[in-house]
């Protein structure tokens, strides 16, 4: 299920950081603790377990808003409107329903040092999936490897992602409903007339800060893509992606996307 939220800004001149993941993450797990703290941390510290890796099962998409702009030397974005909009998907109705009844508890949200109030929300329609589908980006998708000198490499849509894709989202689907689809396979084709154009590849690329627990003054920067994609293959798999985010660090704002018609 995804969810559609309208916050407004509290104050004028209301800003955020350029670098916002992080602190939209902890806005979602205050609200489903304003229901369930229990849940909450369970949900932080545990997740939802498959071959030793931990899901959270949920993403969110990237702040949509009108009229702002960035200021770089201060790394935040300017809200000249005070409306920002943001979509939260799951497929786990625990969560959901935490969340939902956290945000018409909670009075207001913050988004790091900024204030907002909650204007509307609505449930999405769920779309009807298929063995092909194409899709486009509401949040960076992003996977790594790592190389012979042990460290990370974030795959570009020049790489082939399929083997990748389909082996997190196995894993998730285990971790959800706990079997296995071990002889199910997706296939990840990023859009080539979208990249054709070679500035798009710079478009599409974001880089994105995270705190690095280990060394605070080092945030962790990580790569992802935002552009359309088509996805082939086992259905069950193409639907779990899309409710829980697609690659990566889906509960730190990745991974996300909507249908396409185009």
């Known amino acids: 299920m995804r969810i559609k939220l309208t916050l407004r800004a509290v104050n ?8 916002y993941n992080h602190a939209v993450s902890a806005m979602i797990y205050k609200t489903v603790a304003e229901s369930s703290p229990e849940f909450a941390e369970e949900l932080h510290e545990r997740g939802f377990m498959s071959e030793n890796r931990q899901f959270k099962l949920f993403t969110f998409s990237r702040i949509e808003t009108k009229a702002a702009f960035v200021d770089r030397s201060a790394s935040r974005i300017v809200l000249n409107n005070p409306y920002v909009n943001l979509q939260v998907s799951s497929p786990v109705a625990e969560f959901l329903n935490n969340f ?25 329609d769920e779309p009807e999936f298929s063995e092909e589908m194409h899709f486009r980006a509401l949040s960076p998708i992003t996977e790594a490897v790592r190389n012979k000198e042990n460290k990370i490499e974030y795959l570009t849509p020049k790489d082939d992602w399929s083997e990748l894709i389909t082996r997190n989202l196995r894993r998730k689907y285990e971790a959800f409903y706990g079997v296995s689809l071990r002889n199910a396979d997706v296939e990840l084709i990023w859009d080539k007339n979208y990249f054709a154009d070679e500035r798009n590849y710079k478009r599409a690329a974001k880089l994105i800060a995270l705190p690095n627990k280990n060394n605070p003054r080092e945030p962790i920067k990580v790569r992802g893509w935002l552009a359309p994609f088509t996805l082939r293959g086992n259905v069950a798999l193409i639907k779990l992606g899309f409710e829980t985010g697609f690659g990566n660090k889906n509960s730190m704002g990745f991974g996300m996307a909507r249908v396409s018609t185009n």
């Open 12 to 19: 004028e001149k209301t800003s955020i950081p350029l670098n």
């Open 100 to 124: 939902v009844r956290g945000l018409f508890a909670r009075q207001s949200f913050r988004i790091d040092k900024a204030e907002f109030v909650l204007a509307d929300s609505e449930t999405l």
